[in-house]
């Protein structure tokens, strides 16, 4: 009995004394070899996040408490949540961050054992493989057996249906794996045939209730299976409006061959511009890439061809199977997270909603199937900074805060981030970043390689600065690298310092470097270089007042401002000129502080001509343009500017140094125009890549 009370009193000895460092600790490890039970210290670190999450909050009343992750691979099944508890304070923030040297990757995601993946035997599944070659090194993974439950679905998604997580996805070797389609990716997508039926027309009130039907120029669908689990994508209307539609059938119809969707598309489909076109995805008969992989629904098996370098065992391969985000700070402040890799997920990588001062730095946020990072309107400043974020489905960050109607900024910012490959899932109106709410800023960004627009922007006294964006908008059309319209109230935002180049030279016609659409109003666009920014023009202003756009240097381009009067034409026929303005004026009480005192024009709005174009357009340099402006005169007015073919005085244009000389002929030209400072626009220095 005596050696019992012994134990038992080591026992206890033991658990006080660990108790003891966790409450005392102002630093806690995690190691993907620790434990839960242990003390979360360097030599005995926790397992899992959650654990040291509860730990920082048993420690709340120690100053400067740090996280340690160390190198390794973190399994999020549920999001890893934080709220007003894992708050630190102004002067002392937690911070949540990787060990010196080394990377924590948070994924979304199941690392596949090796015993989980092998050779496809079943010849029924084999013989669907349309090249013989790849039916050889086919392999398959049971996701039944890794409890996979639900791998999600596709679609619908697109221009006009609600963001939705990605479905489960295949990641080989830190890369994202290419879904099995036709035609391939790289490769030209195919027309639209004949329509048969262009479906109900949803953006016209008609009822949802069926797909449409139309031909395609080619006989090779007929050799695929299960069409209903086929998806298509494309353009199927409006070149700004892409759709991912799930397929009801694939039948011979006379000479045709013939496409039936199970749901509409926004707009009806439609045929004979250069972008409807079609591509089919998780098409198992088209896996013939290196990497390329399908979901067989039915079966619950993923079926994938590796790619180059593969080797079993020794090359990590993951699926993404979070639908929620990975991280979710819901009412936390002052925290940090910090040179951390968020990976691998169906959902958001990370949400920040509510709280105040949450700094997300020197982060890689990739291969995640919804946007990278959501701040949520409710947050204030917030920051997102110096981070890398690419391979994303669904647009790079949505930046909201701010409180519209008392006209209160959020502060909430974005600055120093590269954000490429960003729209793997959907394709239009899903920019790298969207601006909302009130008083954020996006600053120092390199953003590049999409198929849409860079920046969106909806509310007031945002600063869009210091950023460079190229080869985006490279489909579609009707579209701009950065785009704001349709309310009449967004008044106080600032497009400065930008540097815009090689923009919407795909398979496009009505591409722009900035557009200011359907009547938009109020912004000072100045100090931006657009080279090569945009097919039809540099500057779309369809319609709108009080824009002052100057100190703009414009060049190679078609047309330097392409200009209309919408609303004094077609745009009078429609439900939002003058319709919908009204209760956009309405919804804030515009005529009334603090929208009239912070926006004078706005009080006399109505009795202004609203459907007047009147921009000024002013000491703007423009080079090499084939024509200043399609616009009447007065509709600017066009005051000091400057057109030339010639060199303006550029230090060393032909390596791509745009700063004018001190004695260019430029300053001559156009009397009082401001310089452009080169020298600070996109990325700054940054620490090491993870």
Not at 172 to 182: D, L, Y
Not at 433 to 462: F, K, M, Q, S, T
Not at 516 to 541: K, P
Request: aromatic share 8%; hydrophobic share 40%.
């Amino acid at each position: 009995m005596s050696r019992m009370k012994a134990a038992l009193k080591i026992i206890l000895t033991v658990i006080v004394l660990s108790v003891t460092l966790v409450v005392n600790a102002s630093r806690f490890y995690v190691a993907p070899g620790g434990n839960d039970a242990n003390p979360g210290t360097q030599d005995r670190p926790f397992a899992t996040l959650e654990c040291a999450r509860d730990a920082v909050r048993g420690a709340m009343d120690r100053d400067d408490l740090t996280v340690i992750l160390r190198e390794g691979v973190y399994r999020q099944a549920e999001s890893l949540e934080f709220d007003a508890r894992d708050s630190g304070t102004t002067n002392h923030p937690v911070v949540w961050e990787s060990a010196p040297g080394e990377t924590a990757c948070i994924i979304g995601g199941i690392v596949v054992p090796v015993g989980a993946i092998k050779p496809v035997e079943d010849i029924a599944v084999l013989n669907r493989i349309l090249l013989p070659e790849a039916r050889k090194g086919l392999l398959e993974i049971d996701l039944a057996s890794l409890g996979v439950m639900d791998p999600g679905q596709i679609g619908p998604r697109g221009f006009g249906w609600p963001t939705v997580p990605a479905p489960l996805e295949l990641f080989i070797a830190g890369q994202v794996m290419p879904i099995a389609c036709w035609p391939e990716m790289g490769g030209a997508p195919s027309p639209i045939g004949t329509v048969f039926d262009k479906g109900p027309v949803p953006r016209n009130g008609e009822k949802p209730d069926r797909g449409g039907k139309f031909a395609v120029m080619t006989d090779r669908p007929l050799r695929w299976r299960n069409a209903n689990d086929i998806w298509i994508t494309g353009l199927f209307a409006n070149g700004y409006a892409d759709a991912t539609l799930q397929l009801a059938s694939i039948i011979r119809q006379g000479t045709n061959v013939v496409f039936t969707t199970v749901q509409p598309h926004r707009y009806g489909f439609q045929s004979g511009k250069p972008w409807n076109n079609w591509r089919a995805l998780n098409v198992l008969e088209e896996i013939s890439q290196p990497g390329e992989w399908a979901v067989d629904h039915q079966a619950d098996k993923l079926y994938f061809l590796p790619p180059s370098g593969y080797a079993a065992g020794k090359t990590e391969v993951i699926v993404s199977t979070l639908a929620s985000p990975v991280l979710a700070l819901k009412g936390a402040s002052h925290l940090r997270l910090e040179r951390l890799s968020i990976a691998c997920s169906r959902g958001d990588g990370v949400l920040v909603q509510g709280g105040d001062d949450v700094v997300i730095s020197d982060c890689r946020l990739r291969d995640l199937g919804m946007a990278g990072a959501t701040f949520n309107a409710t947050g204030r400043n917030h920051r997102l900074e110096n981070c890398t974020l690419y391979d994303i489905g669904a647009g790079g960050v949505v930046l909201d805060g701010g409180d519209r109607q008392t006209l209160t900024p959020g502060n909430n910012t974005v600055s120093n981030c590269e954000i490429h490959r960003f729209n793997r899932w959907s394709r239009t109106y899903c920019p790298a970043i969207a601006l909302a709410g009130v008083g954020n800023r996006v600053e120092h960004c390199l953003i590049y390689d999409a198929p849409g627009c860079a920046i969106l922007l909806h509310g007031n006294n945002h600063i869009v600065e210091y950023n460079e964006i190229h080869h985006v908008m490279q489909e579609g059309d009707d579209m701009g690298a950065f785009y704001m319209g349709r309310n009449p109230t967004e008044f106080g935002n600032i497009i400065r310092y930008n540097y815009f180049h090689d923009i919407g030279f795909g398979e496009t016609e009505r591409t722009y470097g900035i557009y200011l659409d359907d009547c938009s109003c109020g912004a000072q666009i100045y100090g931006n270089l657009l080279l090569r920014a945009g097919r039809r023009a540099a500057f779309l202003i369809g319609g709108g007042k009080y824009h002052q756009i100057h100190d703009n240097i414009i060049m190679d381009s078609a047309l330097a401002f392409q200009m209309d009067n919408r609303g004094q034409t077609w745009a009078l026929k429609t439900d939002w000129f003058p319709g919908s303005f009204h209760k956009d004026w309405d919804a804030m009480n515009a005529g009334h502080p603090p929208f009239s005192t912070a926006y004078p024009e706005l009080a006399r709005y109505w009795e202004d001509h609203p459907e007047v174009p009147a921009d000024p357009v002013q000491r703007n340099l423009i080079v090499k343009c084939d024509k200043l402006t399609n616009g009447k005169p007065e509709w600017g007015p066009f005051q000091d500017n400057w057109e030339t073919r010639a060199d303006p005085g550029f230090v060393n244009a032909a390596q791509g140094d745009y700063r004018l000389k001190s004695d260019a002929e430029a300053f001559r030209k156009i009397p009082g125009f401001k310089p452009i400072p080169f020298d600070e626009i996109g990325l700054q220095k940054r620490a090491a890549d993870l």
